[in-house]
């Protein structure tokens, strides 16, 4: 079981423009380093929060608990100007976890609603005996020799995002979600996906878009120990440890 | 003329893995703040930073001197385990500009070259009477009570990445670069573009994805103008001052 | 029993100046942010961290293990020019406990050696039967009406210093500890002292100095718990539900 | 002339305790943020910041305008939970800059008032032909050999927080400030001071305390020349360049 947990700023959207709208460069310093700041306080339980929208973001939060979920509320709620509401939900695919945390937020009212203020909707927490976690890191093959080094930066993004969309499209019917971490890099949180399924969207997506990628899978108790696993794992294919385009470490 | 600067890590993927995968979050962390920090010095000359893909980020950065990039790299690499090189184009169009600072970076060496560290590469620089940013900002039509309170956040963030998508292929045709800045938001820098021409595009995109965005335009002698601006113009279409779906406010 | 940790920065004077001085400005930046990290990673475990001199920390880590302090070391690593090495020690006093910690450390080579690098000395770590942490949260009585809104800030804060010199002065003597944490406050780890010990030095300050003190002091398993009694018996004194100059809570 | 700017956190304590008092690790980090953000963007136009008592904070900042001034206010309005007010000064002396900047805020109303917010009181600013910052850098002579690697790290910021005190004491009575920045240094703005009355303060020290010190000083036009200077005076002194205490270089 996958435990994930939706992070959600309480009424940004109002506040980004009041009384006026606020310099654009102060909100993506607000953005950025909320992000990194509940990185780091998740991180310190084994969890992973990925970006996402930056006003909505989702993390994989096997392992921690319902404290510390208020905790890092409260942490936040006492040094930023705004406030953050979190639903938690789990399942056998991230897909349904991240829809079950969703809803179990969704039900105590909206995104904008001035009322709605610090809420924590749990839904579920994964049990350690039931907690599991399957991450996918993908990259593309020689990003820099073949487009950093060569074509506009723009270009470059450009077509990550390209490949950043394919991925999504193919792996949503999988219940997998798919993050983009930054250079060439994606994580995909997979539970219940195989190598082979795997295998294949890399293929389809090589023949679509002429962009060769790889994927180090990692299976482990929490999304700290998948993500690490998972780094090893593609680092074995880049060290040509092997062949295969999709590689799997498990503790 | 807009001027734009290519900030790239120098040597950033293989310090990733060295002398083995450095746990994701810690990066993750680094990435976010890093861009934080790069925002926060840019805007002091009202320049603006779009993350892009953390490693390498674009940023229009019309009144900013040589100086002030140097001091900003010095600062940097002050207080990071990473040093970062830029290089420094200007243009008609945001294409042309990112692309000849992208060349002029890449003349010194390739991102992931260990010699290449802390390199300034200017091919040129604004001149005050010259300087003019166009920014778009782009958003999605109330997606707050259509998408984000009513179906799961991951999905609501995949119809985000797709209308991205859509607007990266059709604006660059244009000489325009598309960034996503948070929640359903991009902005655009856009010199060149006629309100025609950005109409056309969203009527597209509302045909082909069947989401209505709205776009405001800011005309301003640097960055942080023109998307103070391009807010406020987005701002008189959400209150209704305007039926257009893109408005435009000049200085 | 109390356990302390001193975190240390390796060989940080020679890296300040290498290779020629850093910006002030810039290191007072790395300083001031590798503290609140600090602060937010032991914070998360119910620690308590003082900045002390910066490049030399003292925090109080009842409950904080070997791998959290390890997990906090790889992260400032990965997240820092420079990196840290940690003693801890534990004692009946905070004194005790921090001379313990110190020499712990010091086994390993000076904070200026160029070998010495992440070291951990562990001296000893408390069990949980037997943690226990005093705090008293001392502060000046009406320093804004007295002080701040009436001479220059500069006068305010000598007489600040100078309080905080006399105090740790006498608290050194009863093994206690005395850190500045901002405006007019002082924290101090004081297992073993009692009220009247307390209540003693306050009276001798203020015929000394002239400036009357109050002081909250909270008893806990960990410096959060004791720290946040501290706190509220505060609270209770400038609330006047007692009349005492010092005031104790215990869970 | 010197102009210093008085940063003061509005109504700074009673929100610490509103509702309850807040986790005392949330506030240290809220704090060292803040100062690290301040110093960033002050450092941006040659000016430096002291942390003094953090929630009233000192800065020698020839150089920076009252448009930056407003700037900063207003980034630190969008993206902390607090605001902050700011007197400005100039004078001849450090300690008279700091008087006017505290008294241009003072007649604003109260630290603590629940009305005033954001104000910036300028009483002066000091034109660029009369600019001129003196800045001494003091440290202590061996402190890792003879302190750091042998006596418990509290005796040795013991020892530290002594001699600011007597350095306090000594300096404040020429219109000189003294300002702790980390491990075993100070530094003085103090324009007016000569080398002789430097060393004699220095001498009489090493008198009553036993503690031998070394200064560099700098002389220039704004406060990051003048640190600048000091540093490198400094380092001629631990060079063995010269046998003097203090050292003097200006631009």
Known sequence: MIQMTLIQIDNYGPWTVTP???????????QAELYADLQRQFAVKGGLVFFTR???????????DMDHHLRIQKSINNRYPITVSMGVGTAETPYEAQRSATSAL???????????SEILAIEGLVKPDDSFVQIAHIDINGITDSLTDIIPAYDTSFIVNRVQHFLMKKLIEK???????????????????????????????????NIALKAGVGKGPNAEKAANLADLA????????TYNLVHVMKE
């Open 20 to 30: 006026t709208p606020r310099a654009e460069a102060d909100l993506q310093i607000l």
């Open 54 to 64: 930056f006003d909505n973001m989702l993390a994989v939060t096997n392992g921690v």
């Open 234 to 241: 593609l680092e074995e294919i880049r060290g040509g440890c």
């Open 175 to 209: 219940g997998s979600l798919l993050f983009f971490i930054g250079g060439d890099n994606f994580m995909s949180p997979c539970n219940g996906m195989n190598p082979e399924g795997l295998l294949t969207i890399i293929e389809e997506i090589e023949e679509e878009t």
């Open 106 to 116: 969704q039900k105590y009212g909206g995104a904008q609603s001035e009322e709605r």
